[in-house]
């Protein structure tokens, strides 16, 4: 079974500046999604960024990109110019790769709370 | 184009009460997921649909939980009867097949449940 691991409970960032939050996982297949979900305390799960492990480039959606490295099983999120609206809890997670069908589950990381300091 | 959409947003009953969760989804996607979201264990899938038809209800607790899918647009997740145990929040969620974005998974806004 996969696993999703998001080391960092909780961080931190200022206004404006960047920060990365990391999550790792744990799989024996090639193919699969990675995403990245914003929980903000509407608890709205809402989706931030999608990478599709057979694509070398990193995803990139207006300040928030990820650093891919499938070797590593490694699928950090950059969240650059941090906006005060960006706090929120941040959830990694993976969705196996069933050939043209989305009926895989989706395994959840434990989440990173992201406080953002005006 | 609306997004998935839960009923009730809140929900607080007694134990021992029957309580039933709704979601819509978001119209053209044929997949349906139903998730729980608890302090203990996070975010644990419970059953998902395609096409209106259960493929995994591996993850539902047990037999007080139900869910259906009467047509495309229409789900229903039952809990009878309900225990403390299962104050959550409960998220459903859609994708799609086809066109943009597939097999990416689209959330609504939850249902907090409290069974007092």
């Known amino acids: 079974a996969q696993t999703v691991t998001q080391s960092q409970p909780e961080m931190s960032v200022q206004e404006a500046e960047t920060v990365t939050l990391s999550c790792t996982y744990d799989?024996?297949?090639?193919?699969?999604?990675l995403f990245w979900y914003k929980q903000p305390p509407s608890r709205q799960m809402i989706l931030v960024i999608r990478?599709?492990?057979?694509?070398?480039q990193n995803a990139t959606e207006n300040r928030f990109s990820v650093n891919f490295q499938k070797a590593a099983k490694s699928f950090s999120l950059k969240i650059s110019d941090s906006q005060l609206g960006d706090a929120a809890m941040y959830f990694c997670?993976?969705?196996?790769?069933?050939?043209?069908?989305?009926?895989?589950?989706?395994?959840f990381g434990e989440g990173t709370q992201l406080t953002v300091n005006p | 184009d609306a997004g998935v959409i839960q009923s009730p947003r809140h929900e607080v009953t007694e134990m021992g009460q029957e309580v039933t969760l709704r979601c819509k989804p978001i119209?053209?996607?044929?997949?349906l997921f139903w998730y729980r979201q608890t302090m203990m264990r996070g975010l644990e899938l419970l059953i998902y649909?395609?096409?209106?038809?259960?493929?995994?209800d591996s993850g539902m607790p047990e037999d007080r939980f139900s869910a259906k899918m009467p047509n495309a647009s229409f789900s229903t997740l039952k809990i009878q009867p309900s225990e403390p145990r299962d104050s959550a929040v409960y998220f459903c969620?859609?994708?799609?097949?086809?066109?943009?974005?597939?097999?990416?998974?689209?959330f609504g806004p939850g249902t907090r449940l409290t069974v007092l």
């Open positions: 119209s053209g996607h044929d997949y």
């Open positions: 997670a993976y969705r196996s790769f069933v050939g043209e069908t989305s009926g895989s589950r989706l395994t």
């Open positions: 969620a859609s994708s799609r097949t086809s066109g943009s974005n597939i097999d990416t998974q689209y």
């Open positions: 649909f395609n096409n209106n038809v259960p493929i995994d």
């Open positions: 799989t024996s297949e090639s193919d699969y999604y």
């Open positions: 990478q599709e492990a057979y694509k070398q």
